[in-house]
């Protein structure tokens, strides 16, 4: 949506009023905007010190993933014993007849009142943790989530960065729908929770396993390629094979369908993710046409 350089004034007069911090900033040259009295635009230096303290880029930039996704993200950014809440939202401001690509920043310092029922520091941190893990984690499955996804996970961070070489596997269940309907969705899920395990089995601890939704999921190698790819492939069928066996009786074991999408020059962008994902989802149903 466009904004004219006195609707962002305005906008910014009046959440300084109920927020710590509200500055709009450009965030691929590292420049904060200023409105002058004139409506013109003048720069300076982008740092987050004026907030935490911080004089080089955030590994988790919030403005740079906002900047990059054209979407609205929120944050929690920890500094010792402060607590920030930092809200980025993409801005296209009208300036001198020509499109400004910015995004606006909302910082709120949180206060104590967030520390009820924690007693110390430890047990606070362990309430962060609970939370992020309840936000990132599929609950019935312990895969990560579908926002996980969105939010998190190309955002270069410390548990894991991609490289340029980056697999993805698109992956779903043969006749999920046949289980749930013969055998009830109670053993459904089961087979689901199963079927994560077994993927974790077979994967690296920096790799990601993200639930997309229903029995569909993606896997995410770094530092990977095709020939890895396949690997990891065969021995999720085989876990599977062994240890998804939803009917004994019978014989019946899960099966899947794989679909893989590599690049070796991977890029933290909305088009280079999507592609990847269409990729990989047109090879998995390539997959599902594969005789059984």
Known sequence: ?????????????TLEQLFDLVRLVEPAGRHILHIESDDSLTHEPYYCYQVWHKRTRCTNCISLRTYQLGRRLTKYEFVNKDIFQVTAIPIELVYQDAQVHCVLEIVSNITDEVLLGAFGQNEFIDKILASEKRLFEDSLTKAYSRRYFDEHIFCHNDRVELADDVVFIMCDLKKFKDINDTYGHELGDWVLAHTVLAMQSCVRSEDSIIRMGG?????VLSHSTPEVAARVIRHIRLRMEQEVVYDSEHGKFAVANFGVAYTHDFRDSAACVDA???EADRNMYTDKKQPV
Request: charged share 30%; net charge negative; proline share 0%.
């Open 276 to 278: 990847l994902l269409k």
């Open 1 to 13: 949506m466009e904004y004219t350089v006195e609707q962002i004034r305005q906008a910014i007069t």
């Open 215 to 219: 029995d569909e999921f993606l896997i």
